[in-house]
């Protein structure tokens, strides 16, 4: 234990350390030291692959809540604007694509929480690009996206995926992403 003088109530000056306790400066540098490996050590826990994770305030236990990550796929510019801006107003932090070849490069440099991807694309289509994740990344859940329903979406039938159906409705958008999220 360090010795520590009495210090007055009216001063806000951290405790000193008592003079003729030189002993115990030794001790009292090793706490202060182990204190910001500490820090250091939590700041690495909280980088998750290679980026810091934001927190959104307080949970219902007490706790916080990370943002999560969101790929939005998507080769129509204005599209991939509305439901970008949609899920960021809803408190998700949005990474776009404009195809889905665009996307396994931000898939192997970053971690999402969801992809959410058109079917029909130029270079990679969202049929490709959903049997990538499913193969690579199988605990990232996906929501697809089509105008034109068809037998294209045949090999990913088996896999729970959700399809929505353009144009689409804010409401049913919102409400699938929570529960693939949940």
């Excluded at 694309?121 to 929501?143: E, K, N, Q």
């Excluded at 996206?145 to 409401?171: H, V």
Aim: proline share 5%; net charge neutral; glycine share 6%.
């Amino acid at each position: 234990m360090v010795a520590i003088e009495d210090t007055s109530l009216k001063t806000l000056a951290p405790p000193r350390i008592a003079r003729g306790a030189t002993s115990h400066k030794a001790s009292a540098l090793e706490s202060v030291s182990n204190y910001f490996q500490s820090c250091l050590i939590l700041n690495k826990v909280l980088l998750v692959y290679g980026r810091m994770v934001l927190f959104d305030g307080p949970c219902a236990d007490g706790g916080c809540k990370m943002v999560k990550n969101i790929l939005v796929v998507e080769d129509e510019p204005a599209s991939l604007a509305c439901i970008s801006h949609f899920l960021r107003k809803e408190g998700y932090r949005v990474s776009e694509a404009r195809d889905g070849a665009e996307a396994i490069e931000l898939l192997d440099n970053s971690r999402f929480d969801l992809v959410l991807t058109d079917i029909r694309m130029p270079r990679l289509d969202g049929v490709a690009l959903a049997l990538h994740i499913l193969s690579r990344l199988p605990t990232v859940p996906i929501i697809t996206m089509t105008a034109f329903p068809s037998e294209d979406l045949r090999p990913i039938w088996g896999y729970g995926i959700q399809c929505l159906r353009k144009p689409l409705s804010l409401d049913e958008l919102r409400s699938n992403v929570q529960r693939a999220l949940s």
